[in-house]
């Protein structure tokens, strides 16, 4: 089936169908704002056509590491003489501090997810979906079950959908906690009922994942991009980004903005519009000190920084990361170092334990950063730390989780360097927290 | 012949291995590399980070990044830096954050001095603490008699769970939590149910697990004084270290040896020496007279004159060897008695049993073929088990077949270019797939998990299956049992097939059909594998210094129906071997009408109470002597501790006439018997070389106390035991091990694994791979297989009965081992007597859960708890090992079921 | 100052802790369906302590004895899974686990503050129980924008101020009085 000649390629392809009626996420109202065509254009392709489009595309996955998606697929052996069955996994473990994106994906567009997964299993000719979610997203569970009933009953999964022969079962698969199980390695033995520890790449996924055999694991929102590539085409998609970086990202801004929320925006929009325009600045009394692009584990940026486009690039040649594509505002009332030290503890706990400088590296760190903000800081503690940051760099540790815990360490100790001082100097935080817990 | 690549490492050029990773090839390097988590046998995890090294991606990169060497693989002009001073940082750090939590108890950790986190931490060069946060603790475990638990030290490398699971496939031991508050242990407190749990406290890089039985009499490593010994507790020969500590036994480790044991020993090779330390060991030598109810103590010489003169008198005598002997003593004892006229030598075990052994051994010699060593069973791709529990007789050869099936995932986790070591890896892509293994055996296998077929079959579906699978081989064209065909083709299939039988295959049909299948495979060369097992470790020994059918019960007839006028018992409790009732009789009956009966042995067995004359001997572990394995290696064991004059090996009470020093009469008896038995001609070959001008030291440099040590007797220093048998004398001051190729003494085994900078058994990581002419010399000489002598057999299959049904004995793990019931830290250990059927035979008995079955026959009663098993065949009764020796040999025998009796006070 | 989330000593248990150990016809019904679609039993383990704990509230010593039985994985197999999870309770929990978010979003929000409203209003630490509810906080819950956050009774409480504290936890109480 064609491209529906009365649907115009829209500029927020992944948000138009939460529309405002209550049950926008009914498959009726998924199919009625044109979803599930992209997957059947998809039906009419081969596979490496589907796969070549997306890799033409562009498209980049959503989960932080932004590695393209046509590549990454294009690593799972296909042919007759290759393992099976082939799995594809969604990733909706959103976990990370500050990120709140998959959430409005997983439970105002289960359906968008769905098509995004069949598009890909046609893709890389995969046989099972798993779709990992985080155990308390109670909403989106309850959703995605209902969506993969009317899926099953429209005879859009299972055994020769749609009659094109094609076969394709999902799974939902509800996790029970611990942040490193968005570690795709980590992801595939919590599926296995093992415990999430990740596991050594090489051999990558696509060669040996899940029960040994090749999988794939993406974001929930690198989904969402997929069935809208399939029907509007590889020019449109491409003419969405305002940078390098092509299509659109859900953004987001927390902390003491006016008006926190999700808004779906191209690739590339200035960090000062997001949260200018879109968030309507900072809250009346508060300055923006610094902020964090893209989640907790991503480095600190400073207000000289707002005209950065977010964009994959543009962010790390500041010396950032793209990540999950949703800020958090630090205003200049509240305690960096408490900040840092809130996020450096959640990594210390999230931690696996397989590995030394993430299970031993992180409590150290927090340890220096507890004594530090209740005033018995010295000056060799900061030492220490940027140690500590450098020892957990990228390749000295098993999997991300360190270094990314360290990404706001490094750069709260470079940016905010006197409210570290500051602390020791003075024995005490000079920040006035009203209620103070310690 | 593996590819070799080149590397430079700090700017030095290497020709290596290809096939190794990174981590390995510094350290065969000899370069020190630090790490804790890769083991050699459980390969690479990348956990614990501490192997870093600088990478380069060419000449001009000046910056490097950091890479996991255990993780690494070699690659041609790959450009390396162990030193740059990045890479020591980040170690050094690395270390730092395992101290973080650490309790720095050194002084009162077992571990201590023979620590690899000691180790580790001073190759790094951390030494100031920095973090004075808050340490997390833990509570310990009670895991049992064997092994401590102490939690707090833990580093978390992962490789007590890697080799409890991954290797041993045992499943009580795990991780739980996370982060840095991760616990290994086990769900609740109990002992560990792994056969290898000793390992733990070699694998164990700190003081977390460590050997509970030391520490009842702890000593530090740099004190003990040790020796290269073999482990005489099975066939196998596992090579091992005694270290000894004031003239007391105080622990056993594992010696590597690349062919048999490698890394690891079973619990009972680990545990079972405190026999020797035992108050049941004789002391002195001890006279009776039954009449009059009187023994008396006397000195060497007086015993000696006695046995002497009794010999002298004597045209009669009998002697009866023993398997747990060493070559020499045995030899010693035959050489004795043929100065008699009429004399007889039998062998420890029965009439069949030996005749087995005679068999497989003409088999051998026969057709020109060699049993397999330990680490071939390991590399075989499909292995056919049949009639030999090797989980409870040769456990060590239990252990190798479960790597063994393992191969088949490794080749196909080779298929698609990951490397062996790469374990995770290896383990996620093949999954459960397993190379092919099949048992056939009366009894359930606890090989099963890894068993494609291992239902039980009596012993005529045995010889039926077996047929088959000959006749398959043999390609006659006939019907096959499906299954026989299934086996045959994997056989054929196979590059390595592997065949493994032993003493417990007690049907000599069986043993003939299991060697014609060998034959047949050899003739389609397909070169099998061939391996027997034994009952005792020197089992094969005696089968080749035995006639024909001079058992156990040609031995009991003998002294029947012609009691010698001398009986000499070598290290040999008839209640043991014969199940009490039968030695009883012996007692009572046959030793009255026998002049004199001497025993020598180093425990006070019910036999030697019975004894004239009790000569003490020396325990296996205190003395020199060779062993010959079930390979057919002869295998030197040296003494750990210098015998006392008392207390001497066995050999020693049976002299040569002429006045020869005890080396002399040491070559003298070698010499004889290499003669007398031309099957064990190469024992020359494994002494140590005598003419070299270098003692070996026993002890550390650094061993203590050695002027204080006799301060109760006597103020003045005495001077070291010597060993007049020996290079390896008992002191420090001689050639240490790790200089051994130095003084090019390579034949002889040190004494005890150090490297400078490795205190821990990890030493022997940095020298395994440096062939003969390592600075520790790995095992010792193999001795070449041997075989000899026509035997003829023609005993037929002892069918035990109790009224309608077959009786097998059922070996168990320690209980079937003799010594192991003198060790007190095993007592608790050792598996209770007991009697099992299915549910058929429980229906036709009315056995009721909790019932009890008494076995009554005259005045003999025996009660045993019953279990069912389902696994067993129709009309079998399953019986503990040491009760089927009493058992099989009733008649007239009643069974009843009942409920439990009341305990009697 | 010690660690909230890994502190769970409670000292005030009021909980009974004596469960039936052998599992219910049903809780064996649902096992057994996992049992039948899996690859194998170790695959399910998360599964089956999920689907049990859903009954019963929490995991003792003998209900993981019961469930490492029933689909046949051995028990310090089963429990090192249990120990990892953070949504397994290995110690015995009130009828609502209350999770007030405790990430950086939340507590640039005041989210402390919630937390230890609540501490003062039930008198119980986090880690805690009084009859009705556990305290366990937890970090980022997803919901960033509605900053600061609780799950509670698998209902998300968004933008909560301190004043509503109490009004939450009276709903709270009521919705388990109507499903009794």
């Known amino acids: ?438 | 012949m593996t590819k070799r690549v080149n590397i430079t490492i700090d700017g030095q050029d290497f020709s290596v291995d290809s096939t190794k990773n990174l981590l390995q090839t510094c350290l065969d390097l000899d370069i020190d590399l630090s790490y804790f988590c890769w083991h050699p046998s459980l390969g690479s995890v990348g956990s614990c980070r501490q192997c870093a090294v600088l990478m380069f991606q060419d000449k001009e990169d000046q910056r490097g990044r950091l890479t996991m060497a255990c993780m690494t693989p070699v690659s041609d002009n790959m450009i390396i830096s162990v030193d740059d001073q990045k890479a020591k940082d980040f170690r050094a750090t690395n270390i730092e954050a395992l101290m973080t939590n650490h309790p720095h108890d050194c002084p009162v950790c077992e571990e201590g001095g023979d620590c690899h986190l000691q180790d580790m931490t001073l190759m790094s060069e951390h030494i100031t603490r920095r973090f004075d946060g808050d340490k997390r603790t833990h509570h310990n475990q009670n895991l049992g008699p064997l092994i401590n638990h102490e939690m707090n030290r833990c580093i978390g490398c992962y490789r007590c769970v890697r080799f409890y699971r991954d290797y041993c496939n045992d499943d009580d031991l795990n991780v739980f939590g996370s982060k840095n508050q991760i616990y290994f242990g086990r769900a609740t407190d109990g002992t560990l149910e792994s056969h290898f749990s000793g390992n733990l406290t070699e694998v164990c890089p700190t003081g977390v697990f460590t050997d509970k039985t030391f520490s009842e009499h702890y000593s530090r490593k740099w004190d003990l004084q040790s020796s290269p010994t073999i482990c005489q507790h099975c066939s196998v020969g596992c090579n091992t270290y005694t270290g000894a500590y004031n003239k007391r036994i105080r622990r056993i480790t594992n010696r590597y040896h690349q062919q048999i044991n490698g890394h690891f020993l079973c619990d009972k090779g680990r545990f079972s020496y405190q026999y020797a330390n035992s108050d049941q060991r004789t002391t002195s030598a001890i006279i009776r007279d039954h009449k009059i109810k009187q023994a008396k103590v006397i000195d060497t010489a007086t015993a000696q004159c006695h046995l002497k003169s009794w010999i002298a008198n004597a045209n009669d005598v009998v002697a009866l060897g023993s398997s747990r002997s060493s070559i020499e003593n045995n030899g010693a004892l035959i050489r004795l008695i043929e100065q008699t006229s009429t004399h007889h030598f039998y062998a420890d075990c029965t009439d069949h049993q030996l005749s087995l052994a005679q068999h497989q051994i003409q088999f051998y010699q026969q057709h020109h073929l060699s049993p397999c060593s330990l680490s071939e069973i390991e590399s075989a791709d499909c292995a056919l088990i049949i009639g030999e529990d090797v989980v409870n007789t040769a456990p060590r050869i239990g252990l190798c077949l479960r790597q063994m099936v393992r191969n088949l995932g490794l080749a196909q986790a080779a298929a698609i270019g990951i490397a062996p070591w790469l374990d995770q890896a290896v383990r996620n892509v093949s999954q459960n797939t397993t190379s092919p293994l099949f048992v056939i055996a009366l009894q359930p296998s606890d090989l099963s998990d890894i068993a494609r077929f291992h239902t039980p079959m009596t012993s005529g579906e045995q010889q039926q299956l077996l047929g088959d699978i000959k006749d398959y081989l043999s390609e006659c064209n006939r019907n096959y049992l499906p299954l026989a065909e299934q086996i045959g083709q994997a056989l054929l299939k196979a590059k390595r097939p592997l065949i493994i039988s032993g003493n417990g295959a007690s049907d000599l049909v069986v043993q003939q059909l299991v060697q014609d299948i060998c034959l047949l495979l050899q003739a389609k060369q397909q070169a099998p594998l061939i391996h027997y097992v034994l009952p005792a470790a020197n089992s094969q020994a005696l089968a080749v210094m035995s006639s024909p059918n001079q058992g156990l019960d040609s031995f009991i007839q003998r002294l029947s129906e012609t009691p010698p006028q001398l009986l000499l018992i070598l290290e040999a409790d008839l209640d043991w071997l014969l199940g009490e009732l039968q030695a009883q009789h012996i007692y009572q009956q046959l030793f009255e009408t026998i002049e004199h009966v001497v025993v020598i042995d180093h425990l006070l067995t019910n036999t030697a109470q019975m004894a004239d004359l009790i000569l003490p001997s020396a325990t296996a572990i205190e003395q020199q002597g060779s062993w010959l394995n079930s390979q057919g290696k002869i295998q030197l064991s040296q003494s750990a501790i210098a015998s006392s004059d008392n207390c001497q090996a066995a050999w020693l009470w049976c002299p040569e006439e002429q006045p020869l020093n005890q080396l002399q009469q040491y070559q003298a008896l070698i010499s004889w018997c290499g003669e007398r038995f031309p099957l064990l001609n190469t024992i020359g070959q494994c002494q140590v070389q005598q003419t070299c001008e270098f003692t070996l030291a026993r002890q550390s440099f650094r061993a203590s106390g050695r002027t204080a040590i006799n301060a109760n007797i006597d103020v003045k220093e005495y001077p070291p035991a010597t060993d007049p048998l020996s290079t390896l004398q008992y002191t420090m001051e001689g050639v240490a091990p790790f200089r051994q190729h130095n003084t090019e003494i390579k034949t002889t085994s040190g004494a005890y694994i150090w490297l400078p900078k490795w205190n821990s058994g990890q030493a022997i990581n940095k020298q395994v791979n440096q062939g003969c002419d390592s600075q520790l010399s790995c095992g010792i000489f193999p001795g070449p297989a041997l075989f000899a002598a026509q035997i003829s057999a023609s005993t037929t299959y002892p069918t035990a009965q109790l009224a309608a049904y077959h009786l097998i004995a059922k070996p168990a793990f320690f209980a079937s081992n003799e010594l192991t019931h003198y060790c007190p830290s095993l007592q608790q250990l050792i598996e209770r007597g007991s009697i099992t059927f299915n549910q058929h035979s429980a229906d036709a008995l009315a056995w009721q859960p909790g019932y009890q079955c008494t076995i009554t026959s005259g005045d003999y009663q025996l009660t045993l708890p019953c279990q069912v098993n389902s696994l067993y065949p129709d009309n079998i009764m399953a019986i503990d090992s040491q009760n089927f020796k009493t058992c099989a040999g009733l008649t007239s025998v009643t069974i009843l079921l009942h409920p439990p009796q009341e305990q009697s006070i | 100052m010690s660690n909230h989330n890994t502190d769970h000593a409670p000292t005030d248990l009021t909980i009974v802790v004596n469960q039936p150990s052998p599992l219910t016809a049903l809780e064996q019904q649902r096992l057994t369906v996992l049992l039948n679609h899996c690859v194998k039993p170790s695959a399910i383990t998360i599964d089956a302590l999920m689907s049990v704990q859903q009954t019963r509230g929490w995991i003792s010593d003998q209900t993981l004895q019961a469930i490492a039985e029933f689909i046949g994985v051995s028990e310090a197999d089963l429990d090192s899974v249990a120990t990892f999870y953070n949504l397994i309770f290995r110690l015995p929990v009130a009828n609502v686990v209350l999770h007030p978010c405790n990430g950086m979003a939340c507590h640039l929000m005041a989210g402390e503050d919630i937390e230890h409203q609540i501490s003062q209003c039930l008198g119980i630490q986090p880690g805690q129980s009084d009859e009705n509810f556990t305290l366990v906080p937890l970090p980022c819950l997803g919901a960033c924008d509605k900053a600061p956050v609780m799950i509670a009774d698998k209902i998300l409480f968004e933008r909560i101020t301190i004043a509503q504290v109490s009004n939450i936890l009276a709903q709270l109480t009521a919705r388990q009085a109507n499903d009794a």
């Open chain 1, 1 to 438: 089936m064609m491209h529906n000649p009365d649907l115009t390629p829209p500029n927020k392809p992944m948000t138009r169908f939460v529309d405002g009626t209550k049950d926008c996420y009914v498959l009726e109202n998924y199919q009625r704002h044109g979803g599930y065509q992209g997957f059947q254009q998809a039906l009419t392709m081969t596979a490496s056509e589907v796969l070549g489009q997306v890799k033409d595309s562009g498209l980049r996955g959503r989960g932080g590491a932004g590695f393209p998606t046509g590549l990454k697929w294009s690593f799972m052996p296909q042919g007759d003489d290759t393992p099976t069955p082939k799995y594809l996994v969604v990733n909706a473990d959103e976990m990370e501090p500050g990120a709140f994106k998959d959430r409005y994906l997983l439970e105002k567009t289960p359906h968008q997810i769905i098509e995004g997964l069949l598009i890909a299993a046609k893709a890389v000719n995969a046989d099972i979906g798993y779709i990992f979610i985080r155990g308390d997203y109670y909403l989106a569970i309850e959703r995605l079950n209902i969506a993969l009933e009317e899926c099953r009953s429209a005879q859009l999964i299972g055994q020769n959908i749609l009659g094109s022969g094609f076969n394709f079962e999902i799974h939902l698969h509800t996790s029970a906690g611990r942040y490193i199980c968005g570690e795709e390695t980590a992801l595939i033995n919590s599926l296995e009922g093992k415990r999430a520890t990740p596991r050594a790449k090489p051999p990558f996924p696509q060669v040996s994942g899940l029960w040994g055999k090749p999988t794939i694991v993406n974001n929930v929102e690198t989904y969402c991009n997929l069935p809208h590539i399939l029907l509007f085409g590889v020019s449109w998609y491409q003419s969405l980004g305002r940078h390098k970086d092509f299509g659109t990202k859900l953004f987001g801004v927390s902390g003491r903005v006016k008006n926190p929320g999700l808004w779906e925006l191209p690739m590339g929009t200035p960090v000062r519009e997001i949260i200018n325009d879109y968030a309507q600045g900072m809250c009346d009394g508060y300055q923006l000190k610094g902020f964090l692009p893209g989640g907790g584990s991503t480095d600190f940026l400073l207000p000289e920084h707002l005209d950065t486009p977010m964009d994959y690039d543009e962010i790390g040649k500041v010396r950032s990361r793209l990540g999950t594509g949703t800020i958090t505002v630090l205003d200049d009332q509240y305690c960096p170092i408490k900040l840092v030290l809130n996020l450096v503890k959640f990594f210390s706990q999230e931690s696996c334990g397989w590995c030394t400088p993430c299970r031993d590296g992180l409590p150290w760190a927090v340890s220096l950063l507890e004594k530090i903000e209740r005033g018995d800081g010295q000056s060799t503690d900061i030492d220490q730390l940027i140690d500590i940051t450098q020892f957990a760099a990228p390749g000295n540790t098993f999997c991300a989780l360190a270094p990314g815990a360290v990404e706001p360490l490094q750069s709260a100790l470079k940016f905010f360097r006197k409210d570290f001082e500051q602390h020791i100097a003075h024995k005490s935080c000079p920040y006035q927290q009203e209620h103070s817990h310690d």
